[in-house]
């Protein structure tokens, strides 16, 4: 194995019970999410939801993979990456059908479930903080978490300039940069996974 920061310390109880909290966060944070996604008319709450559903699946993994063996892990992490990436292609294509069908987003409804669930966010961030530099599945969960915090603060910009500019583009907009993230961080643990392998 190469010096690629892939030590790890915590006990697997630890790891475990902090997945699950995050994976329950993030699992109704998708319900809540996609359906005031739906409700609102908004790409980017739309694609922060399935980034928030894609997160829970990366959360899941990692539970199955914690206290396994390191292929084990290795494989698990290329799956969470390999579903960030189609994840994301998913929603820059609905951002595309949206741009050229037409949409007409609700700004506060953007701006208000993106401040429930930055909350969300910052609170797994925090507990996944003291994980950061652990096994590929761990780093994994930190950047997705990472991700969603800035793609939720995306949001809220947004529904701010829907309102004031009466405007569809702010939210096409963020729906695209929060795929570009998603598929950016698949491919970050892909390499992460491909650095353990090593």
């Given at each position: 194995?190469t ?12 790891q475990r019970?902090?997945?699950?909290i995050v994976?329950a966060i993030?699992?109704l944070m998708f319900?809540?999410?996609?359906t005031?996604g739906?409700?609102?008319r908004s ?8 980034d928030?559903?894609a997160?829970?699946s990366?959360y899941a993994?990692?539970?199955y ?6 292929n084990?892990r290795?494989?698990a992490a290329t799956?969470?990456?390999v579903?960030?990436?189609v994840l994301?292609v998913g929603?820059?294509?609905e951002?595309l ?6 949409s007409d987003?609700?700004?506060?409804a ?7 669930a930055?909350i ?5 961030l925090?507990?996944l ?17 990472a991700?969603d915090v ?5 949001v809220i910009v947004s529904?701010?300039l829907?309102?004031l500019l ?8 963020i729906?695209?940069?929060i795929?570009i993230?998603v598929?950016?961080?698949?491919v970050k643990i892909?390499r ?6 090593d």
């Amino acid at each position: 194995m190469t010096d690629c920061g892939c030590e790890f310390e915590a006990t697997d109880d630890d790891q475990r019970r902090t997945l699950r909290i995050v994976l329950a966060i993030n699992a109704l944070m998708f319900l809540a999410e996609f359906t005031a996604g739906v409700i609102a008319r908004s790409t980017g709450l739309t694609a922060d939801s399935l980034d928030m559903l894609a997160d829970a699946s990366v959360y899941a993994v990692s539970l199955y993979a914690v206290g396994r063996a390191a292929n084990i892990r290795r494989r698990a992490a290329t799956s969470s990456g390999v579903l960030q990436m189609v994840l994301g292609v998913g929603v820059l294509i609905e951002a595309l059908r949206r741009f050229r069908s037409g949409s007409d987003p609700v700004g506060w409804a953007m701006i208000g479930t993106g401040v429930v669930a930055l909350i969300a966010n910052a609170y797994c961030l925090k507990l996944l903080w003291k994980h950061r530099g652990g096994d590929v599945n761990f780093r994994a969960s930190f950047i997705f978490s990472a991700n969603d915090v800035i793609a939720n603060a995306g949001v809220i910009v947004s529904g701010l300039l829907v309102m004031l500019l009466s405007s569809q583009i702010p939210d096409l907009v963020i729906g695209m940069v929060i795929a570009i993230v998603v598929i950016r961080g698949g491919v970050k643990i892909l390499r992460e996974a491909n650095c353990e392998a090593d």
